[in-house]
T-cell receptor
Framework: GAVVSQHPSWVICKSGTSVKIECRSL??????MFWYRQFPKQSLMLMAT?????????EQGVEKDKFLINHASLTLSTLTVTSAHPEDSSFYIC?????????????FGDGTRLSIL | DAKTTQPTSMDCAEGRAANLPCNHS???????VYWYRQIHSQGPQYIIH???NNETNEMASLIITEDRKSSTLILPHATLRDTAVYYC????????????FGTGTRLKVLA
């Protein structure tokens, strides 16, 4: 299966700081990546679909100006949490689909735990 | 909304088979069933997927009912390391390819 790498794995920042999270596809070219957020003891919630070379598609209720997504290459998508506040503290996870077949499963990164003080 | 429903939690004795059910009564003809698990503080790990035939790999077996309205993930010999939250997801092989996660089943394997 695909190997997806996320960086950093853990970040602690002061309120008002902008934080960038990277998601890399290590062994294949990914035209589409997905970003999720997960609060403690809850399920994953899809935030947005990141498309290489075009604008991301955000899910309802997700502020696109708050969560900036850039997918400038076929192996890298970034999520920037702008002017982060304590309520943005969460576990952020990216994923992408492997292989050429349209039924291929998504593979997930190990997540980034963001804590805003 | 998620298209699947799963029991909130289950316990299984170590060494026994763990059978995790999933209901997806509104599944469409072109939608696959995917299973993942998530161990605390990690990203979800892919287990298996299928369309209508039963599937088996080195991790688990997937049994899909003939009407495709439900499925069961079977871990043949559960170990303590199988303790995790298990998610069942349905997704079409076309369109946006995005996953909508339900609440999953918290499986606890007991020694």
């Amino acid at each position: 299966g695909a190997v997806v790498s996320q960086h950093p794995s853990w970040v602690i920042c002061k309120s008002g700081t902008s934080v960038k999270i990277e998601c890399r596809s290590l062994d294949f070219q990914a035209t589409t990546m997905f970003w999720y957020r997960q609060f403690p003891k809850q399920s994953l919630m899809l935030m947005a679909t990141s498309n290489e070379g075009s604008k991301a598609t955000y899910e309802q209720g997700v502020e696109k100006d708050k969560f900036l997504i850039n997918h400038a290459s076929l192996t890298l998508s970034t999520l920037t949490v702008t002017s982060a506040h304590p309520e943005d503290s969460s576990f952020y996870i990216c994923s992408t689909a492997s292989g050429q077949g349209k039924n291929q499963p998504q593979h997930f990164g190990d997540g980034t735990r963001l804590s805003i003080l | 909304d998620a298209k699947t429903t799963q029991p909130t939690s289950m316990d299984c004795a170590e060494g026994r088979a763990a059978n995790l059910p999933c209901n997806h009564s509104t599944i469409s003809g072109n939608e696959y069933v995917y299973w993942y698990r998530q161990i605390h503080s990690q990203g979800p790990q892919y287990i298996i997927h299928g369309l209508k035939n039963n599937e088996t790999n080195e991790m688990a077996s997937l049994i899909i009912t003939e009407d495709r309205k439900s499925s069961t993930l079977i871990l043949p010999h559960a170990t303590l390391r199988d303790t995790a939250v298990y998610y069942c997801i349905v997704r079409a092989a076309s369109g946006t390819y995005k996953y909508i996660f339900g609440t999953g089943t918290r499986l606890k394997v007991l020694a």
